[in-house]
């Protein structure tokens, strides 16, 4: 009995089929694309897993739950930005696992018409983000020069510290909180009127910390990023002194596509 | 008979059914704070709002980010305990099934509204 003398090595090691796929996004691209050493778990290969005219752009990565660490997280969005800057992408959530390319292959196939009128309605768009947020003691300070009321009844208080009653401090609190939401109310209504010409949609997502008076994503035509970014500018400058602008972009459009996963458990 | 015994131990068994009843619900309410993670991504978003704000340094960023990452972990091993699986939020294995659509206000809306994404994008890193 003869055993064949060397055992060519198997064109996939068997441990490739352990090996699982990380879905960044997903474009309309028909043939093998590469986008460099740049995937999430150390510079990992990115590619693309095809199905007809559809791409699945991933990176190989063992069965893991990836906690969201500022590491993790901004490789997602650097791979992301890549893609971007070639094609109209359907961002994936962060931390999005698949156990194997077929199953990749195999989302492309039951999502298929679905991805693609995504992909059709998102062509040329991209998102921004603006947070504003506001110098709360600013933004008092104006109020108290404004508004006749609030600033008489603080000179009163001021005046007469000793006997001034606890009902004129209680009243006093009550109107600055009113007017500060009416404050808050009015530049954000301002700040949408600037810039709502500009975008095809807007989102508003929760704001985080207690300065933040918005948290707003805006998705806009590529052709008019230039405008948008203009607009935002001049909004800013109006506001330059009480209100922060944090703008970022351009981004996936992370918050007009929902993407609803069926997930399984991690192990 | 029947109505005089139960006369005779409904002092003892309504409090007895009461107790294990709201038993019960603490343990719920224990269950769902042990399970939810929404809490310590919300911290997370702070945190890193904080940081672009310039609040915090990077050092206490890293430190108090760990710390996070563990919470995070801890509820990750609730929910596999409780058998409920990584339902929401970044961390999760996909089966190859999903509904896709656009977000309302967008084209035609979708007849299902989701819910929001978990806060990545332009809340996200920067």
Same mark, same amino acid.
């Given at each position: ?15 490739? !089929? ?6 960044? /996004? ?21 590619? !693309? ?61 039951? !999502? ?74 009015? +530049? ?10 500009? /975008? ?43 209100? !922060? ?8 459009? +992370? ?13 | ?27 719920? #309410? ?31 960023? #890293? ?36 509904? #896709? ?26």
């Amino acid at each position: 009995m003869t055993m064949p003398a060397a055992e060519p090595l198997p064109a996939v090691p068997a441990t490739a !089929t352990e090996e699982g796929k990380y879905v960044y /996004c997903i474009i309309r691209h028909e043939r093998p694309k590469e986008f460099g050493q740049i995937g999430i778990g150390g510079g990992m290969r990115v590619y !693309t897993v095809h199905h007809g005219d559809l791409s699945a752009v991933v990176s190989d990565t063992p069965i893991v739950i990836y906690d969201p660490t500022r590491d993790n997280v901004l490789a997602h969005e650097f791979v992301n930005e890549t893609v971007m800057r070639e094609f109209t992408v359907i961002p994936m959530s962060f931390g999005t696992v698949f156990r194997s390319e077929s199953d990749v292959t195999e989302l492309l196939r039951s !999502t298929y018409q679905a991805f693609s009128d995504v992909l059709d309605k998102m062509q040329d768009k991209i998102e921004f983000g603006l947070k504003v947020l506001w110098e709360r003691d600013k933004v008092v300070a104006t109020i108290e020069r404004e508004n006749d009321e609030i600033r008489r009844l603080k000179d009163e208080i001021t005046r007469n510290a000793a006997s001034s009653t606890y009902f004129a401090r209680m009243q006093l609190g009550r109107l600055l909180e009113a007017a500060l939401e009416e404050m808050g109310n009015r +530049y954000l209504a301002d700040v949408h009127d600037a810039l709502k010409p500009l /975008c095809v949609a807007s989102r508003s997502n929760k704001p985080i910390g207690d300065r933040m008076i918005m948290n707003a994503a805006f998705l806009v035509e590529r052709d008019r990023e230039k405008d948008f970014d203009d607009r935002v500018r001049e909004v800013s400058h109006r506001y330059e002194n009480l209100l !922060t602008f944090k703008y970022t972009g351009p981004w996936p459009p +992370y918050n007009f596509v929902n993407i609803k996963l069926k997930l399984e458990r991690a192990n | 008979m029947g109505l005089l015994s139960s006369l005779l131990t409904f002092p003892v068994s309504g409090p007895v059914a009461g107790i294990r009843w709201s038993l019960r619900q603490v343990q719920r #309410v224990v269950d769902e704070e042990l399970t939810d993670d929404t809490p310590i991504k919300e911290e997370l978003m702070q945190l890193q709002m904080r940081l672009e704000m310039g609040d915090i340094d990077d050092a206490e960023y #890293v430190e108090r980010e760990r710390d996070l990452m563990d919470r995070l972990r801890a509820v990750r091993e609730w929910r596999e305990r409780l058998g409920r699986g990584s339902t929401a939020g970044p961390v999760r294995v996909a089966a190859p099934e999903a509904e #896709v659509s656009v977000a309302d206000g967008v084209a035609p809306p979708p007849a299902e509204h989701t819910t929001d994404r978990s806060g990545r994008g332009p809340s996200g890193a920067e």
